[in-house]
């Protein structure tokens, strides 16, 4: 599969084609339900090497709607960790709030492990409207986990996986 601009594709200053984000066969499966569910609130934005899903979340518990944005990277600046660039978009929602499980780098929302086995992870035959959801469910973990202590001794309700990962010995 190709990840990225080829050297001619480049070159011409077009995207990559054969790139996975800008693929009927693959947008419109992953799509499909999601935009059902949520119609013209789900806005979809195809540029050069990046597919980005912007939506607001009803969250258990709030009263206003969550802004989220899902992006899927052509070649990803952050490390999958051995998954492939579609199975491991960056979710964003809430920017700046603490969480036991957010990206340290860049705020994402730290959703699922990726070296857990694939029924215990996102992935793109799952669907949008599934990524969605394990996003609802992590803003409501969160929400308890700071009514419950936050830093000092919150709960959080779901599973809980190691973070980071270990180095290679040099």
Do not use: K, S
């Given at each position: 599969m190709s990840t990225g601009l080829p050297a001619a594709a480049a070159a011409a200053g077009r995207p990559d084609t054969a790139?996975?984000?800008?693929?009927?066969?693959?947008?419109?499966?992953?799509e499909g339900v999601?935009?059902?569910?949520?119609?013209?609130d789900l806005c979809a934005t195809v540029e050069r090497d990046l597919l980005s899903y912007r939506v607001p979340l009803e969250v258990?518990?709030?009263?206003?709607?969550?802004?989220?944005?899902i992006y899927f990277f052509a070649q990803p600046t952050y490390p999958c960790w051995g998954l492939s660039p579609?199975?491991?978009?960056?979710?964003f929602a809430d920017p700046g709030r603490p969480s036991?499980?957010?990206?340290?780098d860049d705020d994402a929302l730290c959703l699922y492990y990726p070296w857990s086995p694939p029924e215990q992870r996102w992935r793109p035959q799952d669907g949008?409207?599934?990524?969605l959801?394990?996003?609802?469910?992590?803003?409501?973990?969160?929400?308890?986990?700071?009514?419950?202590?936050?830093?000092?001794?919150g709960e959080w309700l779901g599973d809980e996986q190691p973070h980071g990962f270990p180095r290679r010995a040099a």
């Open positions: 790139w996975y984000g800008m693929q009927p066969w693959w947008q419109i499966p992953v999601a935009r059902r569910e949520h119609g013209r258990r518990g709030r009263r206003n709607p969550v802004p989220v944005t579609e199975e491991y978009p960056r979710v036991p499980h957010r990206m340290p949008l409207l599934a990524l959801d394990l996003t609802c469910v992590h803003l409501f973990f969160e929400d308890h986990w700071w009514a419950t202590g936050g830093r000092r001794d």
